[in-house]
């Protein structure tokens, strides 16, 4: 629900907190991650539109867990978002090109986290960003 809580709290929500208490920090081998799912149609929707790309960037990007997309967020259903989905089929692409090699985590800030995979001898790497801090 951490996703859930940041979507909501926006500038109020301490990033650094995003992965606290979850199943892919105590047994990522373990860890089927996702933002979204079937259960949350229907005008329930836990993971607010305007944070769902932050949330797809932290589990696709990183090197924990094993990442679902929800296919309502990628393809047009009752709930589709257009931004959504096409964020989500960028950061797809960037996993296939740069989510490899070790993750370094950057949580010094509450409101600007970010991570580094360092690459391996094939792919570059990447490094990413996620802010919620407020526009001003």
Do not use: W
Not at 19 to 25: A, E, G, P, Q
Not at 72 to 81: A, K, T
């Amino acid at each position: 629900m951490n996703f859930c809580e940041a979507s909501k709290k926006r500038s109020r929500y301490d990033l650094r907190n995003i992965l606290k208490d979850t199943i892919v920090n105590a047994k990522p081998n373990d860890a089927v991650t996702f933002v979204d799912n079937h259960d949350t149609v229907n005008g329930v929707q836990y993971v607010e539109s305007n944070f769902k790309p932050q949330a797809y960037a932290i589990i696709l990007l990183r090197g924990k867990g094993y990442p679902c997309v929800f296919y309502g967020d990628l393809y047009p259903n009752h709930e589709y978002n257009e931004m959504v989905a096409t964020s989500l089929t960028q950061l797809i692409d960037a996993r296939k090109k740069f989510a490899y090699g070790e993750t370094n985590d950057y949580v010094s800030d509450k409101n600007c986290i970010g991570f580094v995979r360092s690459g391996d001898s094939t792919h570059p790497g990447c490094a990413v960003v996620l802010s919620n801090a407020d526009e001003e």
